[in-house]
């Protein structure tokens, strides 16, 4: 499977994660698995006058490719021009070179948030550098590619979100299309895999104990459950980071810091600060997902109440201050 | 007099377009570097919370992603007023070196040596074995570089829960508290990726590497040395790399670590740093301004149609002078002899740029060890950083790629401005309002290049290892 890779709008963050591919090391995964790249900007030997050749020969379809990656959010702008990225080399705006290819692609990815949604740009006042998902703006069907484009291969664009992606979803979607097929079941309601897009970022999240409990982190390193007062929006999010974890061991509720909900259209722009819980009495707006808020406002209460002065102590330290018990045998 | 253009001018991170005018013989006469995309980032942080900063700007880069976050806590902790407490500083070093050396390393095997495999260097006599060693995608290096590469970031999974873009950097120091049992798996790590270099890159113990003082002595080190980093020197100095690439041998660095200091170096001497001397304008880029500011008074705003403007990227100045950054400057600066010693003798160049990134990689990583060592699990990682409704401050910092800026300015408990100068502003700036090319575009005058030509431009462009998506934030 021939995969041509091109980016714009966005960091380049998606193809560094990439590179952390574990365990096998991510080139020889990809060649185990029969998938190639035909060109990729950070990746490839072809440079210049030869790059453009292959990209010109894939977009007049003189050469075949299967899956179209595209990693960065499309710029329109200044003024509908695309002049915000022409393409090096080409003079021409690289969203001409992303329709032109889609046109001829089998399947089309969108690498990561920016790709997918839009990125900063498009969820700022004003939209700066007019900047739009290949198939969203923001969070409504339309995007470069339009709400209703189909790619060759039957399917909407496959929105595989995250600030950065996972190498994982990258490589595993793939490869279940090289090997499976990818139908629209294998889709949730906004294009991204089910794969990775079904679990929650709360799923296997290592401070459960301290949800349960509703023991709250109060500052930046404490211990327990951030979703109170520091921003976390695990239960909402949809991405299986904690049962699937980065760069070996980690993730973000590992490092200590609130999910911010980086697989989400429109996590750019949550309208309140990022590391704070926006309240109504008390209350924090964006509950759980799927659970009514009554359910939630009463359970919260009686699982303070019943909280074990461990549990308590331990949410609002940086380290364990309290160990759980050790009980004799046959007690 | 001819003019071609190289784009997409891939394997840096991010779009670059160089457009070179030859003359008769085929050698640049002047190079004009174009960064043509365009990112926006100073005015998607105008209006937002000052510690949303912490979420926004390492989005400008996925390769200098926690370089970008320390310059932002490190801005937020002076306005602030907070100092972060020793485990809070250790392990924010931590992770700020991992991507350093993992950005040195990446660049190395990924960026810049799969050119050496060219066909133009068929039947030169170290060729073979760096194209099996190095062909872009499929050389036998590759595979094992990035396993040690994933495995080397498994102290951000640690540290900073993951990489890139963590927000375990804060004003106060690191969210992340390291327990006694991760802080023996950050050891055992080391000592995974110090054996990979000991045995893969260098084929020396990393200490030895500093004991080497002089161009020859590095040299004769790695006549017949079966590792990495000596048949990079072996095909360099069978193409003098060591004599192509000189900018202007003005050199900055803001000073890392806490182990190479900050300083301008310059005709052999070591300045201290005027953080007041540094300004930037807009003469050729197509943003409004042609006036040399400094970055606290700087803007961003887009003038698309601008006449003559041939890129997105500032021109920062030093005094006014063309400075150069990176692991160069900060060797240098540092006064480390062996590069000290390429420096006299040939001036900035090529293989002088990778040497510095080497060592640097052989220096870093037992210092990284003892800072994984000085952790003390059960004392504090972060202290809380209460900001103020409005003030000015400014993080300065070393990434990879050199000397990185933020300049902040708060009012009424929102970003008024935020002025960012990344290293690549510094070294593909454009011409200034006084007309004075930048460092790259210095550096390629008088090469060969076109029809026919050996890759050199493409050695001399990636020397610098350039990141286009910060130069652009």
């Keep these: ?331 | 007099m001819k003019r071609i253009q190289l784009g997409p001018f891939n394997r840096v991170e991010g779009d670059l377009d160089i457009s070179l005018d030859l003359d008769e013989a085929g050698q640049i006469a002047a190079a004009r570097v174009n960064s043509p995309l365009f990112r926006g980032f100073e005015q998607i942080l105008v209006g937002r919370k000052p510690e949303d900063a912490l979420v926004i700007v390492p989005r400008i880069c996925g390769i200098c992603s926690v370089a970008q976050s320390a310059a932002a806590a490190k801005a937020l902790a002076a306005l602030a007023g907070v100092t972060p407490p020793p485990n809070g500083l250790l392990a924010n070093k931590l992770v700020l070196a991992t991507e350093n050396l993992a950005d040195h390393l990446t660049h190395f095997h990924v960026f810049f040596m799969p050119d050496f495999a060219r066909a133009a260097y068929a039947g030169r006599p170290w060729q073979a074995a760096i194209a099996e060693r190095f062909k872009a995608q499929v050389g036998a290096a590759i595979g094992p570089f990035l396993q040690a590469r994933a495995r080397f970031f498994g102290l951000t999974g640690f540290l900073a829960g993951r990489w890139p873009h963590s927000l375990a950097l804060q004003p106060g120091g690191s969210s992340k508290a390291t327990t006694a049992a991760e802080r023996i798996r950050l050891l055992a790590l080391l000592r995974e990726f110090r054996a990979f270099l000991e045995n893969v890159l260098f084929g020396a113990p990393l200490e030895s590497l500093g004991e080497i003082t002089s161009f020859d002595a590095l040299n004769a080190w790695a006549q017949g040395r079966n590792a990495d980093f000596p048949r990079f020197l072996a095909a360099a100095g069978d193409l003098g790399l060591e004599r192509i690439g000189r900018a202007t041998d003005r050199f900055v660095s803001y000073g890392a670590y806490e182990v190479f200091p900050a300083g301008i170096f310059s005709e052999s001497a070591v300045n201290a740093l005027e953080t007041a001397k540094i300004t930037e304008d807009a003469r050729s880029a197509w943003l409004y301004g042609d006036e040399a500011l400094p970055p606290a008074a700087g803007e961003t705003r887009i003038d698309a149609d601008k006449p003559d403007a041939y890129t997105w990227c500032k021109a920062p100045r030093y005094g006014g002078q063309v400075v150069e950054t990176g692991a160069l400057a900060r060797q240098l600066i540092a006064g480390q002899p062996l590069l000290r010693d390429m420096l006299a003798r040939f001036g900035g160049s090529v293989s002088a740029r990778i040497v510095a990134r080497m060592i640097e990689v052989a220096r870093i990583i037992p210092e990284m060890e003892t800072w994984a060592r000085a952790l003390i699990p059960g004392d504090p990682f972060c202290l809380p950083a209460e900001l103020p409704e409005s003030g000015q401050s400014v993080g300065l910092i070393e990434a990879a790629r050199g000397s990185l800026g933020h300049w902040l300015s708060v009012k009424r408990g929102r970003i008024e401005r935020y002025q960012i100068i990344a290293p690549t502003t510094w070294n593909f700036s454009p011409r200034d309002a006084t007309g004075q090319p930048g460092p790259l575009e210095q550096a390629l005058v008088g090469l060969p290049a076109g029809e026919g030509a050996l890759p050199t431009v493409q050695h001399v462009v990636r020397s610098f290892d350039p990141c286009m998506v910060c130069t652009v934030h």
């Design chain 1, 1 to 331: 499977m021939k995969v041509l890779w091109l980016q714009s709008g966005g960091c380049g963050g998606c193809t560094q994660s990439l590179l952390c591919h574990e365990p096998r090391a991510l080139f020889d995964e990809l060649a185990g698995a029969g998938i190639e790249f035909v060109w990729h900007p950070a990746l490839s030997l072809a440079s210049g006058d030869e790059a453009l050749a292959i990209l010109e020969d894939c977009a007049e379809g003189r050469r075949e490719f299967d899956v179209l990656c595209v990693e960065g959010a499309m710029l329109r702008g200044p003024r509908g021009s695309g002049r915000f990225h022409l393409m090096a080399g080409s003079g021409k705006p690289l969203t001409d070179w992303v329709q032109r290819l889609a046109a001829r692609a089998q399947w089309v990815f969108a690498i990561g948030s920016c790709t997918a949604w839009g990125g900063f740009s498009a969820s700022t006042p004003g939209n700066p550098l007019e900047a739009c998902g290949l198939q969203y703006d923001v969070d409504t069907p339309g995007g470069l590619l339009g709400k209703g484009f189909v790619s060759a291969g039957g399917l909407p664009v496959v929105n595989i979100a995250g600030c950065p992606t996972h190498p994982g979803w990258i490589v595993d979607t793939l490869e279940k299309l090289a090997f499976d097929g990818l139908t629209a079941k294998d889709l949730d309601e906004v294009g991204r895999p089910l794969l990775y897009a079904e679990q929650l970022v709360h799923h296997g999240c290592p401070r459960n104990e301290f949800y349960e409990f509703k023991a709250s982190a109060e500052k930046q390193g404490d211990l327990g459950c951030l979703m109170e007062n520091l921003g976390c929006k695990g239960t909402q999010a949809h991405a299986d980071c904690n049962t699937r974890v980065w760069n070996g061991s980690g993730s973000c509720l590992k490092g200590g810091f609130a999910c911010i909900a980086c697989t989400e259209p429109g996590f750019e722009a949550p309208g309140h600060a990022f590391q704070e819980t926006p309240k109504v009495a008390g209350i924090p707006l964006g509950l759980p997902t799927d659970m009514p808020k009554a359910w939630f406002v009463a359970l919260a209460a009686l699982s303070k109440s019943a909280t074990p002065k461990r549990v308590r102590d331990n949410a609002v330290a940086d380290h364990m201050v309290i160990r759980p018990s050790v009980k004799k045998a046959g007690k």
